[in-house]
């Protein structure tokens, strides 16, 4: 048996969340096509026959300016540590070097988004800057949203995995629960449905989650937001924003819970909350 810990890290919005998906064939992490999706370490647990993968998706890196960029980075950062192996995501529009210089355990690179390349061979001239790296040990190109190279890059990572037992149950997904991810859910569609600068002003409180014998179960959601002007924003005229928000949201709940739920939201101002540490570890991000 061979199991071990990947840490997936990288530039904000370069595809790490995504990448995980795929690994994993099930949609477990946000994902947003703005900066900044992720804010939490997450476990995402892939376990076949013969090996146990237990990646951290992590956020971006990136230079933080207030207190709860500052407190995901340090939990970027932490994991780069702690793990047997990396897996470094990157674009293939620019060389990444300060990245790759802050790894510290042999790791392989992923190059997504090459779909996005207008000029292949450009690829060739970056793959050798990175090569020069010793702990990388591997380049792959990805295309993470149109699952190519994934499997090769499953392929090379078991290749790296330790001589090792089982971490985790074989049936485990994640370290987190549903509550976790039902505000994760509902944080994802806020970051994909409101424009600029709203979704960073917003964090999920999960109020209530109450499974019923009968009929659909109960969510009860809070979303924090900065302002008053944008807790209307959220809300939207005549409640039609909020309204398509729940919809997405409770659609994506109730596929993954796999039984019909009854999802109420509540918007609530906390001022400030993004630079107040004490609101920030009220809120889950400690
Ligand atoms: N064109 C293209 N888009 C991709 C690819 N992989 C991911 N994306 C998109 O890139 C955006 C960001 O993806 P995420 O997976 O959220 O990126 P991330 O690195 O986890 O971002 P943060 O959590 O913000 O650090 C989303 O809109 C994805 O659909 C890819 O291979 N090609
Ligand atoms: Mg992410």
Redesign the pocket.
Known sequence: MKSGFVTIV?R????????LNRLLGTKLV?????????RHKVLGILTEEDYQIVFT?T??IFKPKYALQKVMVKHALSTLEDTDLTLV?VEPFRMETDIVEKLSHPAILAI?????LKNKPKLLPLMDEYQKFKLIQEIIP?????DKGIDELKQELVKLLPDEELYYPGDYLSDKNERFFAAEIIREKIFILYGQEVPYATTVVIEDFKERERGKYFIGATIYVERRTEKMIIIGKGGRAIKELGRRAREEIESRIDHPIYLELWVKVRKGWRKNLQDIREFGYG
Do not use: E, F, H, R
Not at 30 to 38: D, G, S, Y
Not at 142 to 146: D, E, I, Q, V
């Open positions: 990288g904000p919005n370069v595809g790490k969340s995504t990448i946000a994902v947003a096509p703005k900066p900044q999706t992720t998706d956020p971006g995501v997504n988004k090459v779909d996005l990805t295309s993470a949203l149109y």
